[in-house]
């Protein structure tokens, strides 16, 4: 496979319209990792979880494909791409893609320092931030998330080096954050690591019920991090397999728990 990488100039691609002004009170989240949209039923897949979603995060999103008038014709979600790759053959390009109900007011992209060793490609990381509504309307906060797809097939170091890359574009930000992805922990070692910057980001890990997949080391690869966001209830559909990756569903509330009951 021929691949052509892309300058920061050029990786990003908006599509679509959003359809509200700011997320919340509440909040429901897809993240899906849709494996390059290769397998067979993806697509229904896709259209059913996403109907409801207010926020969209994947990886492994393409463009230049059949489905294109699906993003770009969208009067529901604005999507961003930021995009890695293209394969010069099918002129097929890869990246990280979130949709919002909400238009981004800021967006941050940057591509990983190394490249995975047999493709030759980067990784991309994707900070988009929206207006959020608050229980206080007299306070105004912003929501910042981060979708990455973590570098893989690399060295500890390199996969450090892009880790603290991400959370790099956490350090300016004073308001609630969603941290979601697929963070390639398939060792103990990656996965402690990545536990241990989340740490001192005051981020708390979405707890989920999962079903292990033999092709990922029987490990967890994707994660979803939350600070200043109340964590209402997340599915795993363990029952969806037109991917290599289980869709997550999460619902988020901007609301304090006492609040909700």
């Known amino acids: 496979m021929i691949k052509r990488r892309y300058n920061n100039l050029e990786s990003l691609k908006i599509m679509g319209r959003a359809s509200t002004t700011a997320l919340g009170p509440h909040i429901d989240v897809l993240l899906w990792n849709v494996f390059k949209c290769k397998k067979k039923g993806w697509q229904d897949d896709f259209i059913a979880l996403t109907s409801d979603k207010d926020l969209v995060l994947l990886q492994e999103a393409i463009v230049n494909c059949p489905f294109d008038r699906f993003f770009k014709k969208s009067t529901q979600h604005q999507w961003i791409m930021a995009r890695s790759f ?5 002129n097929i390009e890869t990246g990280v893609k979130t949709g919002s109900t909400v238009s981004a007011k800021k967006h941050y992209y940057a591509a990983s320092q190394h490249q995975e060793p047999l493709s ?23 929501l910042l998330v981060v979708n990455t797809h973590l570098i893989n097939f690399v060295a500890f170091n390199k996969f450090c080096a892009h880790l603290d890359q991400v959370f790099q574009a956490l350090e300016h930000h004073d308001g609630p954050i969603l941290l979601a992805g697929d963070f390639n922990t398939w060792n103990s070692k990656r996965l402690n690591y990545f536990q241990k910057m989340a740490t001192t980001f005051s981020l708390n890990e979405v707890k989920m019920v999962r079903q292990p997949r033999f092709n990922h080391l029987l490990r967890h690869l994707d994660h979803i991090y939350c600070r200043g966001l109340t964590i209402v209830d997340s599915q795993v559909h363990t029952h969806i397999h037109s991917s290599d990756h289980y869709p997550i569903s999460l619902s988020l509330s901007t609301l304090t728990p006492a609040v909700i009951k």
């Open 86 to 90: 293209r394969n010069i053959k099918t």
């Open 120 to 142: 030759q490609t980067k990784k991309m990381l994707l900070a988009t931030v929206y207006p959020m509504q608050t229980f206080d309307h007299r306070v105004e906060q912003s």
